[in-house]
């Protein structure tokens, strides 16, 4: 069973940058899909950024690109999000999601993940 763990969290003025972790376990396949989803008040989950754990290819939304950068350090079994120059929209709880790969195409809807974190807040004041 995979387990999500997620830090990092926390205020920030925008423009300022936070960096978010996922600590990742029980893995029980070679590679995953590690997902990163955020949701504010009152709107859906929407997708933000991805990466292959093994050969950490990445995949992002048009609203971040420029702005965030996911990584994996693999021997720490972790996932970050570097969050950069933040804007007021992007408050909301950040979920860390995991599922495993499939093939080339990157999974951009929840429901194609299998694994989820508790999910961890970020509030971006103007």
């Known amino acids: 069973q995979v387990q999500l763990v997620e830090s990092g969290g926390g205020l920030v003025q925008a423009g300022g940058s936070l960096r978010l972790s996922c600590v990742v376990s029980?893995?029980?396949?070679?590679?995953?899909?590690m997902g990163w989803f955020r949701q504010a008040p009152g709107k859906e989950r929407q997708f933000v950024a991805a990466?292959?754990?093994?050969?950490?290819?990445?995949y992002y939304t048009d609203s971040v690109k420029g702005r965030f950068a996911i990584s994996r350090d693999n021997a720490k079994n972790t996932v970050n999000l570097q969050m950069n120059s933040l804007k007021p929209e992007d408050t909301a709880v950040y979920y860390c999601?995991?599922?495993?790969?499939?093939?080339?195409?990157?999974?951009?809807?929840?429901?194609?993940?299998?694994?989820w974190g508790q999910g961890t807040q970020v509030t971006v004041s103007s």
């Open positions: 990466i292959t754990l093994s050969a950490g290819r990445t």
């Open positions: 999601a995991a599922k495993i790969y499939s093939g080339n195409t990157f999974p951009t809807r929840g429901r194609e993940y299998d694994y």
């Open positions: 029980g893995r029980t396949a070679r590679n995953y899909y």
